[in-house]
């Protein structure tokens, strides 16, 4: 891919993960992109290309996230990792000027504060989006508009059992949305007891969540509202990762245009 004054410079965290792999892909095949680095703990100093099955990349694994930075003078890291690392890179990338667009999920409310407060200082942009496909944004989108009308809901996330955080991001970002429209509330019986610790589900605000981990399933929600003899449900499914794609290439072209943090695609597609 030819290198011009005019496209964006962009690194992967992660590069060698279930995301990381498609996201690589999508920088490679983007000619608004050029990949200038891959970081991941395994295959270091293997180009990612090869590593990935498409024409070579040039750009070789690195284990250093700060090194990886530095040396290719990266404008936006997509970062796709582990809860207990999206934290630390983040604020590598703040250090050294590098816009983050994070899909990692996890992260405390603490630390997104913390980085919209550093990129103002430093006028640059970030985008923090626990799920990149417009699908998943519509249907929370659609169940916050719902919990106006129908305030009991329940939400069940249905994923891969390779994922480490429960409940899911989306999950909890749904549980927000919903939050803001809806009084806290108590859901059940009053005197409801569990029988067996956790048959309920977490409780966020008064709405409980339950999370699901299968192998087979890639990643899926369905959020279910009660009312007065009647019931709805709003579902989607992400049969495969290509479905987040277009939201990460849309946040890391759009990261560069912002001030701050945005947290969630549907603020960047509003
Ligand atoms: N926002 C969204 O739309 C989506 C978000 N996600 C989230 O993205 C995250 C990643 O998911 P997924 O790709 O399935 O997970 P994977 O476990 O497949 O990938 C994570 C990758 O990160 C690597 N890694 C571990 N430590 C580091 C480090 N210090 N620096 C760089 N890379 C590191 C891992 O290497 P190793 O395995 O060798 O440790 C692995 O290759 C999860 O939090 C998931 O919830 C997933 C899908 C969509
Ligand atoms: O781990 C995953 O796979 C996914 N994680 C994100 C989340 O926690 O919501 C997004 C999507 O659900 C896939």
Do not use: C
Request: aromatic share 6%; glycine share 10%; hydrophobic share 45%.
């Amino acid at each position: 891919m030819a290198n011009s004054d005019r496209q964006i410079r962009v690194a992967v965290a992660g590069a060698l993960g279930k995301m990381g792999r498609e996201v690589v892909k999508t920088v490679m095949a983007d000619p608004a992109f050029q990949l200038v680095a891959a970081i991941d703990p395994s295959s270091v100093g293997q180009d990612i290309g090869s590593l990935i099955g498409t024409e070579e990349a040039g750009v070789f694994v690195a284990n250093s996230l700060a090194e990886a930075l530095l040396q290719s003078s990266a404008e936006v890291l997509i970062d796709f990792t582990t809860p207990n690392v999206v934290t630390q890179n983040v604020y590598i990338a703040l250090e050294y000027g590098v816009r983050p667009v994070v899909g990692t999920t996890g992260i405390k409310q603490e630390d997104l504060q913390a980085w919209d407060r550093i990129l103002k200082e430093k006028q640059i942009g970030g985008v923090v989006a626990p799920n990149f496909a417009i699908g998943a944004i519509l249907m929370m989108k659609f169940s916050a508009m719902a919990a106006k009308y129908m305030p009991h809901v329940e939400i069940i996330e249905l994923h891969h059992d390779q994922k480490l955080d429960a409940p899911s991001g989306t999950a909890v970002k749904t549980a927000e949305m919903i939050a803001k429209e809806r009084a806290r509330m108590q859901q059940g019986h009053p005197a409801e007891e569990e029988k067996l610790q956790g048959a309920r589900g977490a409780d966020f605000e008064g709405m409980k969540i339950h999370s699901v981990r299968l192998p087979g399933y890639v990643a899926h929600q369905e959020v279910l509202f009660g009312g007065v003899g009647q019931t709805l449900v709003i579902r989607h499914d992400s049969i495969s990762r290509e479905s987040f794609m277009p939201g990460v290439a849309l946040a890391a072209k759009k990261v560069t245009g912002i001030t701050g943090l945005v947290y969630g695609l549907e603020n960047l597609i509003d």
